[in-house]
């Protein structure tokens, strides 16, 4: 019903940027809360950042907050992180992900119904 497609992860030094997209197609009209989750070999998935149907809602990984922003066009069924002052224990898949129906922002993976195919990010030291 919904396919979510990443691009933009890379290799990048310590101190630079990146962004990311996650384009949505299929039934969209369903998609309220998006979000990004990443996971680094031999470790659990975890949340990085989430916004709201409409963007009035932001949550944020404290390892992230201050860096990291989270943003959507529903116009262009895009979500997208941008990634600022990377670090090398950034470097992981990035995955974003998306919940149907939902009424807040969750944090755990189990709770959301789509996923991306995920995109590797690499910061160097």
């Known amino acids: 019903q919904v396919q979510l497609v990443e691009s933009g992860g890379g290799l990048v030094q310590a101190g630079g940027s990146l962004r990311l997209s996650c384009a949505a197609s299929?039934?969209?009209?369903?998609?309220?809360?998006m979000g990004w989750f990443r996971q680094a070999p031999g470790k659990e998935r975890d949340f990085v950042a989430a916004?709201?149907?409409?963007?009035?809602?932001?949550d944020y990984a404290d390892s992230v907050k201050g860096r990291f922003t989270i943003s959507r066009d529903n116009a262009k069924n895009t979500v997208y992180l941008q990634m600022n002052s990377l670090k090398p224990e950034d470097t992981a898949v990035y995955y974003c992900a998306a919940e149907v129906d939902s009424s807040y922002i969750p944090r755990s993976p189990l709770s959301y119904d789509y996923w991306g195919q995920g995109s590797q990010v690499t910061v160097s030291s």
């Open positions: 916004i709201s149907l409409r963007g009035g809602n932001l």
């Open positions: 299929g039934r969209t009209s369903s998609l309220y809360t």
